[in-house]
T-cell receptor, first 115, second 110 residues
Framework: AQSVTQPDIHITVSEGASLELRCNYS??????LFWYVQSPGQGLQLLLK??????LVQGIKGFEAEFKRSQSSFNLRKPSVHWSDAAEYFC?????????????FGAGTQVVVTP | ETGVTQSPTHLIKTRGQQVTLRCSSQ?????VSWYQQALGQGPQFIFQ???????GRGNFPPRFSGLQFPNYSSELNVNALELDDSALYLC?????????FGPGTRLTVT
């Protein structure tokens, strides 16, 4: 069965420290991979996406993610966290065929940033 | 701002009632997907519309239905509302490899 797992429900990080959010997936083929961020009461904003090619993907707001096929992982990183990065982060996968916009999301990781 | 708008922002309904949620897609986007996000969970795919036809459906019962109009805007209809239908409903419009989400409609069923 297809699944997306975000092992960390909640992460607390100090402002200026690095951040890494984990995402593992189970899929029949290499899917399209996405990271979204959601601030309270808001919709989802796309941080970055991976379709193919270079396995290190750069996104907005200083985020990057690395696709590791052998580990079925797509972890999100940021070298130095800002207070405005406090939000919920979702990893998502989509089928790499047909109309791909039917995404399966993980349960999310809540990020708290402390001064 | 993504250009995807949803209405209403919030609404409260009673169990057994019917509700219609609306989504206006980003200009030029011919595909609209709807998601349900229960509190504390990730969004779950309900269905997708492409050029006015349903193009895939998630694990939701038939009382969840939709429409897409010639201008690519869309409606989500839910009949016989249940308490568990309380959630944030998100629509997303897409074309090629870009997908943009609206701010959502918060539905509360009492």
């Amino acid at each position: 069965a297809q699944s997306v797992t975000q092992p960390d429900i909640h992460i607390t990080v100090s402002e200026g420290a690095s951040l890494e959010l984990r995402c593992n997936y189970s899929y029949g083929a290499t899917p399209y991979l996405f990271w979204y961020v959601q601030s309270p009461g808001q919709g989802l904003q796309l941080l970055l996406k991976y379709f193919s090619g270079d396995t290190l993907v750069q996104g907005i707001k200083g985020f990057e993610a690395e696709f590791k096929r052998s580990q079925s992982s797509f972890n999100l990183r940021k070298p130095s966290v800002h207070w405005s990065d406090a939000a919920e982060y979702f990893c998502a996968v989509g089928a790499p065929w047909g109309s791909w916009g039917k995404l399966q999301f993980g349960a999310g990781t809540q990020v708290v940033v402390t001064p | 701002e993504t250009g995807v708008t949803q209405s209403p922002t919030h609404l409260i309904k009673t169990r057994g009632q019917q509700v219609t949620l609306r989504c206006s897609s980003q200009s030029g986007h011919n595909t609209v997907s709807w998601y349900q996000q229960a509190l504390g969970q990730g969004p779950q795919f309900i269905f997708q519309y492409y050029r006015e036809e349903e193009n895939g459906r998630g694990n939701f019962p038939p009382r969840f239905s939709g429409l897409q109009f010639p201008n690519y805007s869309s409606e989500l209809n839910v009949n016989a509302l249940e308490l568990d239908d309380s959630a944030l409903y998100l629509c997303a419009s897409s074309q090629k490899d870009e997908q943009y989400f609206g701010p959502g409609t918060r539905l509360t069923v009492t």
